[in-house]
T-cell receptor, first 114, second 114 residues
Framework: AQSVAQPEDQVNVAEGNPLTVKCTYS??????LFWYVQYPNRGLQFLLKYITGDNLVKGSYGFEAEFNKSQTSFHLKKPSALVSDSALYFC????????????FGRGTSLIVHP | SAVISQKPSRDICQRGTSLTIQCQVDSQVTMMFWYRQQPGQSLTLIAT?????????ESGFVIDKFPISRPNLTFSTLTVSNMSPEDSSIYLCSVEEASGYEQYFGPGTRLTVT
């Protein structure tokens, strides 16, 4: 079985400050991990993924995420937040040896204050 | 990355009627997914549609209520039948990038049932 947890419903950060959106996962085998972003009244957009290789992955809009196998985490980060980063962020996991269907987290609303 | 369009973008329907949502992809894809999302909440997978075979429905969703067609590798439809106000939601179609495993989503169809 696979599962993913986003422990924070909402994250507030001031513009220019670093941001972190947390994600932890559980899979039987090795994970494929993804982050998606949903801007207001828009569909989901793919941000970045970890499949294999370097634990630090870089994605769109200056976002990055670090795969930590020992902590089963895949936190999304950005060094300097922008007001335009305010959106709903979803983490997703897929078990490499299991289901081809990913499991999505419940989402974290990121609010960046001017 | 695949570009996905959906029609209609939104609709207001009366209870007891049916609505068919169309999903068009600009490239050939094997798997297409249909999700439901309440505004600001996570995604719920309705079914997976592969070309040339019956759709696979998730627990809680049945073919009589959500019939799906997949006539070719670039197109799919989802029908919401005998609608009730509980069907009011955003319906999203998505495809999986064959080489990368990430998903790409359509802009969504916002359905309101009165």
């Amino acid at each position: 079985a696979q599962s993913v947890a986003q422990p924070e419903d909402q994250v507030n950060v001031a513009e220019g400050n670093p941001l972190t959106v947390k994600c932890t996962y559980s899979v039987s085998g090795n994970p494929y991990l993804f982050w998606y972003v949903q801007y207001p009244n828009r569909g989901l957009q793919f941000l970045l993924k970890y499949i294999t290789g370097d634990n630090l992955v870089k994605g769109s809009y200056g976002f990055e995420a670090e795969f930590n196998k020992s902590q089963t985490s895949f936190h999304l980060k950005k060094p300097s937040a922008l007001v335009s980063d305010s959106a709903l962020y979803f983490c997703a996991v897929r078990d490499m040896g299991g289901s081809y269907i990913p499991t999505f987290g419940r989402g974290t609303s990121l609010i960046v204050h001017p | 990355s695949a570009v996905i369009s959906q029609k209609p973008s939104r609709d207001i329907c009366q209870r007891g009627t049916s609505l068919t949502i169309q999903c068009q992809v600009d490239s050939q894809v094997t798997m297409m997914f249909w999700y439901r999302q309440q505004p600001g909440q996570s995604l719920t997978l309705i079914a997976t549609a592969n070309q040339g075979s019956e759709a696979t429905y998730e627990s809680g969703f049945v073919i009589d209520k959500f019939p799906i067609s997949r006539p070719n590798l670039t197109f799919s439809t989802l029908t919401v039948s005998n609608m009730s106000p509980e069907d009011s939601s955003i319906y999203l179609c998505s495809v999986e990038e064959a080489s990368g495993y990430e998903q790409y989503f359509g802009p969504g169809t916002r359905l309101t049932v009165t």
